[in-house]
């Protein structure tokens, strides 16, 4: 049986972070914490937290989006 991930929402982040949950969101959109889209919402893997806390670059993860809609292509 393959064993899910832990994932964190940005408000549980910020509280384990000490910081807010709009600072989670700043480190996402800057790439500095990887994260996956899930439908509406944003997840970050125990994974990406955990590099993220000891300095190792999320820009090598994957911040993958999950959704239901198509992707478009140009």
Do not use: W
Not at 32 to 56: C, E
């Amino acid at each position: 049986m393959i064993e899910a991930p832990q994932l964190y929402t940005p408000s549980e982040v910020a509280v384990i972070l000490k910081v807010s949950r709009r600072t989670v969101y700043s480190y996402i959109a800057s790439r500095q914490l990887a994260s996956v889209k899930v439908g509406h919402y944003r997840r970050i893997s125990a994974q990406a937290l955990d590099a993220f806390i000891h300095g190792r670059n999320a820009a090598s993860e994957d911040t993958a989006e999950v959704s239901q809609r198509p992707q478009k292509t140009l």
